[in-house]
């Protein structure tokens, strides 16, 4: 069994691989690198087999998303390679940096109760800014809206080191997620059915209802392009960033018996999200939201079963961010993670 699996998810991404591989493979410090493709179309396993000898080459049969595409490809991993006692999972438009590995596994090591963790998340395209998938580490509101350390909403601040330290979080980014692969297996993986995005949230919150901590490494540095597979402004990211959110919450949400007065808030506030959509000429993405509430009113009693088994497990309280992070950014103007957690504190 290696100690730890680099594994690198592939749709479609050959100019990623082309551009980052080489960087992951030099930073790699002797551990082995899979790259696992979701049977993409424009050469990347020809590629790969051709100019990266060194990388472990899995084929999946289906492009089943980050969710689905991980879990097929760990379970292989874990069957035909020994498995690892960690995997890290850098999105395919990740930049590694020297020595981004063994301040992470040295936290991992000191803490068993560490299931997961993250590095800094800077932007490729502006490199003193955090990015938007993890920054710093996430967090997520009284009614599920999610925010960083260093990115709220639209605001992305400078790293000036305000966030070098180790911390724990409620959760950490599939951007390049590191977590513990026993934990992994046992909690069942990513649920297949967010395909993408939101994913990583849900399996940090069942891992702290077990709990696990989720951490951020402040050590250890990686740079994001964002958007390699599906771009910011395709409505079918919206479509899927506003289901999943709907599931997610769903599924976990703490039985306080505020769960559909809590919907209810999140509707309303899903129909003000529309009008500004609709305001810009974006009706696609408002089409995109519509789609996004029925898929979830279809799937409520299969989310409902898991709500309850997830209930049954639960062996520890999840506190949320206490406030509305849509009052504190918009109507109380708090633009960064350190404002809002002073409007916590008082």
């Known amino acids: 069994m290696d100690t730890l699996a680099i594994v690198i998810l592939n749709y479609n991404g050959q100019s990623f691989l082309a551009k980052f591989l080489p960087t992951v ?8 690198v899979y790259v696992a493709d979701s049977a993409s179309t ?17 084929e999946l049969p289906r492009n089943e998303g980050y969710a689905g595409g991980y879990n097929m490809a760990l379970e292989h991993i874990q069957t035909h390679y020994g498995g690892a006692t960690y995997y890290v999972l850098p999105n395919s438009d990740i930049e590694v940096t020297p020595g981004w590995l063994d301040p992470v596994m040295k936290l ?9 963790c993250q590095p800094k998340i800077l932007s490729y395209a502006e490199r003193e800014l955090f990015e938007h998938a993890g920054a710093a580490g996430g967090y997520v509101d009284w009614l599920g809206y999610v925010f960083c350390r260093g990115r709220v909403f639209a605001t992305f601040e400078s790293d000036q080191g305000q966030y070098n330290d180790n911390q724990e979080i409620f959760w950490a980014t599939g951007a390049c997620l590191f977590i513990r692969a026993e934990l992994f297996h046992r909690v069942g993986g ?3 059915s967010f395909f993408a995005h939101m994913e990583e949230i849900d399996l940090c919150w069942r891992l702290k209802r077990l709990g696990y901590e989720i951490w951020a490494c402040g050590q250890s540095t990686v740079y994001h392009v964002g958007g390699g597979t ?16 709907l599931f997610m919450l ?8 505020w769960l559909w007065g809590k919907f209810l808030l999140r509707l309303i506030l899903d129909g003000v999200s529309s ?3 609709l305001k810009v000429g974006q009706w696609r993405d408002v089409l995109a939201i519509i789609r996004a509430h029925f898929s979830f009113y279809g799937r409520l009693p299969h989310l409902h079963r898991q709500r309850k088994a ?12 206490p406030h509305s992070i849509v009052w504190d950014y918009f109507i109380k103007g708090k633009k960064t993670f350190e404002a809002i957690v002073e409007t916590s504190e008082k």
Request: proline share 7%; aromatic share 14%.
């Open 310 to 321: 997830l209930l049954k497990q639960q062996k520890a309280e999840v506190p949320l961010y």
């Open 190 to 192: 990513f649920d297949a």
């Open 108 to 116: 991992l090591d000191a803490n068993p109760q560490i299931a997961a």
């Open 250 to 257: 769903y599924k976990n949400w703490p039985a306080d018996g």
């Open 275 to 277: 009008l500004l959509f």
């Open 25 to 32: 493979l030099a930073n790699a410090e002797g551990y082995p």
């Open 230 to 245: 599906l771009h910011k402004s395709n409505p079918h990211k919206t479509y899927l960033n506003y289901r999943n959110s």
């Open 42 to 58: 424009d050469g990347s396993v020809a590629f790969v087999r051709t100019h990266f000898s060194a990388v472990r080459l899995i």
